[in-house]
């Protein structure tokens, strides 16, 4: 019999421009006490940590925690790409749910630097060689590029001529998000914008993707607390919010037959239709969805993944409104990583957050009115994705 894990608390820093921040090992402090004190519980009550990051040696969570305090707990660094965050999350859930541990935290941050993501370690196999000798294969014409744009801009291009969508569909999703951000005081950027203005920024791949339809690199940390249901009602735990269904998956062996695939389309697809099974919910009942938006491509697919709207219907999905408030979903009320910015250890940990605070009624100027269920997708190339559906 498994236990119902529950998250007690949530923190996370504001995200800052690559030079604008301090130390990991600061910013890790600060959203950890957050979520301590917006748990309510202090520091010696958990009793094992997940601290995620891509950008670091390997015990960086070790000093970025002792900062707090030095307890003995067991502390466990965690790698997965873009999924780092939330891959924390799924280890701290299964630990509770286990039995293992009543009380654990999760915790991301990440110190990037300025331009494109690139790896560090160019004296070995790079993990993403098969994909992109994969996508060479089944999109031979893909300009060359960082890889992030390849693969993003490859499957961005691959999804407009299967359904003859038009470029402004992914500006219409960047000017949506923007309108969303200028609510959240946490938001990197907080001006709005006009497709016109995204679709006349500087392009930086394949002719049609342009700087806005890019999220850009930030610092920053985020962490939540997940304890027990017995754990919560001990230490008087303020509005709980109960992590019904969650999921992990990786790439099957036909993930890599056309580039919206190879980018995680099936992956999430997978990831939503366990984590909703396991929740006992309909999509229909979802209010509220944090995605991964790292291009707006990718939220334009990850539409499609999830299930919100049919294969080939995202144009009319946006055209609805069903994306933003008054239509079916709110998508990223937080502005997504594309306007609060994508930390990527930091990034699940900071969708969890944000969706916390809509289902306990605390996100402010942005709140979804009434929300009772709520998604998260986050997704790393390499690969992995991660849905969690949360209930109040």
């Known amino acids: 019999m498994m236990t ?154 691959a999804y407009m001529e299967r359904y003859s969508a038009p470029a402004s569909l992914f500006a219409e999703v960047a000017v949506k998000t923007r309108a969303h951000a200028l609510n959240n005081p946490r938001s990197l950027f907080n001006k709005p914008l006009t497709v016109e203005e995204v679709l006349s920024s500087p392009t930086i791949y394949d002719g049609y993707m342009t700087r806005l339809m890019a999220c850009p690199p930030t610092c920053g940390a985020a962490a939540a607390i997940i304890c027990s249901d017995a754990f919560a009602k001990r230490h008087g735990i303020r509005k709980p919010v109960c992590i019904a269904g969650q999921s992990m998956t990786t790439d099957t062996a036909d993930s890599w037959d056309n580039p919206i695939d190879l980018i995680g389309a099936q992956m999430t697809k997978l990831a939503a239709n366990q984590a909703l099974n396991e929740a006992g919910v309909d999509l229909a009942d979802v209010d509220v969805v944090e995605l991964h938006d790292c291009f707006t491509p990718n939220e334009v697919i990850t539409y499609e993944g999830l299930g919100l709207c049919e294969a080939g219907e995202a144009e009319r999905f946006v055209r609805a409104g069903d994306h933003t408030y008054g239509g079916r979903f709110v998508v990223n009320p937080s502005g997504g990583l594309m306007s609060k910015g994508h930390p990527i250890g930091a990034t699940g940990l900071a969708q969890c957050a944000e969706l916390v605070w809509h289902l306990r009624g605390d996100a402010g100027a942005r709140q979804v009115a009434g929300a009772r269920v709520a998604l998260q997708h986050n997704l790393g190339l390499g690969g992995a994705a991660v849905v969690t559906l949360y209930q109040a």
């Open 4 to 157: 119902v894990a529950y998250v007690a608390g949530v923190g996370m820093t504001r995200f800052y421009k690559p030079g604008q921040h301090q130390p990991y090992r600061v910013m890790v402090k600060e959203a950890v006490e957050a979520a301590l004190q917006d748990a309510g519980i202090p520091y010696g009550a958990v009793q094992q940590a997940f601290g995620a990051y891509i950008y670091g040696d390997s015990t960086c969570g070790q000093n970025a925690l002792y900062s707090v305090g030095m307890t003995g707990i067991p502390i466990i660094n965690v790698n997965n790409n873009c999924s780092s965050g939330s891959t924390a999350l799924f280890l701290a859930r299964q630990a509770v749910a286990s039995g293992a541990a009543e009380c654990v935290l999760a915790f991301g941050f990440e110190e990037m630097q300025p331009g494109a993501l690139a790896s560090h370690w160019e004296d070995r196999e790079s993990p993403f060689d098969p994909m992109l000798g994969r996508l060479k294969e089944i999109a031979p014409h893909t300009p060359a590029g960082p890889l992030a744009l390849q693969m993003f801009g490859a499957a961005g291009r």
